[in-house]
């Protein structure tokens, strides 16, 4: 199992700022019986059905990860530090951005015209 990953890996020279569940670079045979240890390996946020995302938002504010306007505040590693990176910009203006932990370098935000995303 763990070759597998490894080869999974190798093969599509991972980078930390992809997201594995919208990378479709992925065929499914490959992360076929893999999901799993790749959800564990990159602490991929699963999204279950017991588990909302409005619970999940109120579970941030309440660790104080997120304010209320949903920006993100802290990471989970503690670190308050973050780096955010331009993703589209239209007139000279950044109209999309990527928030992500100095320290660990983990996705924690994503920002969209004026709004942050849950
Ligand atoms: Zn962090």
């Known amino acids: 199992m763990k070759q597998k990953l ?21 065929s499914e045979k490959d992360f076929d019986g893999i999901a ?7 602490a991929i946020p699963v999204v279950s059905g017991s588990y909302s995302i409005e619970d999940e938002l109120k579970d ?18 503690g670190s308050t530090n973050f780096n ?4 589209d910009m239209l007139n000279y203006e950044v109209v999309e951005k990527d928030r992500y932990c100095d320290k660990c370098g983990k996705l924690v935000g994503y920002w969209s015209y004026g709004s942050w995303l849950p």
């Open 84 to 87: 955010d990176q331009t993703r």
């Open 36 to 42: 799993e240890d790749l959800v564990k390996l990159f």
């Open 6 to 26: 490894i080869d999974v890996f190798n093969k599509y020279k991972w980078s930390p700022t992809e997201t594995w569940l919208t990378c479709d670079i992925i």
């Open 60 to 77: 941030k504010i309440n660790k104080s990860l997120i304010d209320e306007k949903l920006e993100p505040i802290k990471c989970e590693c």
